[in-house]
Antibody
Framework: QVQLVESGGGVVQPGGSLRLSCAAS????????MHWVRQAPGKGLEWVTF????????YYADSVKGRFTISRDNSKNTLYLQMDSLRAEDTAVYYC???????????WGQGTLVTVSS | EIVLTQSPATLSLSPGERATLSCRAS??????LAWYQQKPGQVPRLLIY???NRATGIPARFSGSGSGTDFTLTINSLEPEDFAVYYC??????????FGQGTKLEIK
């Protein structure tokens, strides 16, 4: 079965950095676009970033552009999110996910909590 | 950027009643719209894709309709486990892949 397992969350001070990982299994990772979506405590879902299957194109929400970097290693079936210059408003559960534009291909990980606080 | 507006923000109903949730897009998204259900502490669960198709394992009491800018999620004969937050998501024009702000379905 499909599994997406995030890791790397934790507590970091404002201005600090953190790197999240998402280990994928049960589907063809190397041909799938991948997303990060976040959810601040008590708030709604916010799309953060997307990377195409081969890593050649990446897209970011304005709120993280220039601070976050998405990448992937298809040889390791792993997705990454490098988060720099973190702010309090980046505090959220971060989910890795993959979905098709059309159709029911849709998978989410369990999420990892990032807390930015001094 | 396409903005999705969900209404109402909160819907209070009793088990057995019908719930009608709305999602309006600021510009046409054709049928590239999905609905999710999220319960506290859980991962969003796909209910409806392509505006009107039920995802695998989703009960028939859930149905989606609409195209263009106006979409509806209908839940017939509410069960106790249906009380949750519901989000719509557009997959038409991206980035960004926008979500609605959510509708909380609560027990009356």
């Amino acid at each position: 079965q499909v599994q997406l397992v995030e890791s790397g969350g934790g507590v970091v001070q404002p201005g600090g950095s953190l790197r999240l990982s998402c280990a994928a299994s049960g589907f063809t990772f190397s041909t799938s676009g991948m997303h990060w979506v976040r959810q601040a405590p008590g708030k709604g879902l916010e799309w953060v970033t997307f990377i195409v299957y081969d890593g050649n194109n990446k897209y970011y929400a304005d709120s993280v552009k220039g601070r976050f970097t998405i990448s992937r290693d298809n040889s390791k079936n792993t997705l990454y999110l490098q988060m720099d210059s973190l702010r309090a408003e980046d505090t959220a559960v971060y989910y890795c996910a993959s979905w098709a534009r059309l159709g029911d291909f849709n998978y989410w990980g369990q999420g990892t909590l990032v807390t930015v606080s001094s | 950027e396409i903005v999705l507006t969900q209404s109402p923000a909160t819907l209070s109903l009793s088990p057995g009643e019908r719930a009608t949730l709305s999602c309006r897009a600021s510009q046409s998204v054709s049928r590239y719209l999905a609905w999710y259900q999220q319960k506290p502490g859980q991962v969003p669960r796909l209910l409806i894709y392509d505006a009107s198709n039920r995802a695998t394992g989703i009960p028939a009491r859930f149905s989606g309709s609409g195209s263009g800018t106006d979409f509806t999620l209908t839940i017939n004969s509410l069960e106790p486990e249906d009380f949750a937050v519901y989000y719509c998501q557009q997959r038409s024009n991206w980035p960004p892949y926008t979500f609605g702000q959510g509708t909380k379905l609560e027990i009356k």
